[in-house]
């Protein structure tokens, strides 16, 4: 649990990151790395909760 709350805060900062990136410079690249890592890191943070929500119905 642990290691997957640090991963997420990590990829978020990540996104985080590349949007400023892309308000300072106004690269689009930056811009289309941060919505891919949000997309990924939500996919993930659903899937995850899918898990812990199958595990309490078992």
């Known amino acids: ?3 997957f709350r640090a991963l997420v805060m990590f990829l978020v900062v990540a996104a985080a ?3 400023g ?3 300072a410079t ?3 690249q930056y ?3 941060g919505f891919i890592i949000i ?5 993930a943070a659903l899937v995850f909760f899918a898990v812990l929500f ?3 119905i078992v």
Not at 39 to 43: E, G, M, N, P, S
Request: glycine share 4%; with cysteine; hydrophobic share 50%.
């Open 54 to 56: 199958l595990e309490r």
């Open 17 to 19: 990151l590349c949007f």
């Open 39 to 43: 997309k990924w890191t939500l996919i």
């Open 21 to 23: 990136f892309y308000a």
């Open 26 to 28: 106004g690269q689009q």
């Open 31 to 33: 811009k289309r790395y």
């Open 1 to 3: 649990m642990l290691i």
